[in-house]
């Protein structure tokens, strides 16, 4: 069983910046995708960003140019660094991983809150 453990959420001042965290239990070698959603209250949850084993990162336009999603293979975290923050960031985020068996797995989310 993966878990996922979130961190570095909290309130910020736009224009600030955040960098997110998710260890995940074991080796994240055996995790095909890793990535983050964020679900703001009384929207749906959106894909964020994401990563693959090799590499091949994708992100949402809304954070595009400024959120990196990067992984420390040492550590079995992964984590994403978002600058330039603005109120519309203001979300839970939540780490997710799919496992070589493609099983999915989420964190329990982090509360992010930028203010304007």
């Known amino acids: 069983q993966v878990q996922l453990v979130e961190s570095g959420g909290g309130l910020v001042q736009a224009g600030g910046s955040l960098r997110l965290s998710c260890a995940a239990s074991g080796s994240i070698f055996t995790l095909n995708l890793m990535g983050w959603y964020r679900q703001a209250p009384g929207k749906q949850r959106e894909l964020v960003a994401s990563s693959t084993r090799v590499g091949t990162t994708n992100y949402a336009d809304s954070v595009k140019g400024r959120s990196t999603i990067s992984r420390d293979v040492a550590k079995n975290t992964v984590y994403l660094e978002m600058n330039s923050l603005k109120p519309e960031d203001t979300a839970v985020y939540y780490c997710?991983?799919?496992?070589?068996?493609?099983?999915?797995?989420w964190g329990q989310g982090t509360q992010v809150t930028v203010s304007s």
């Open positions: 997710y991983a799919y496992h070589q068996n493609w099983s999915q797995h």
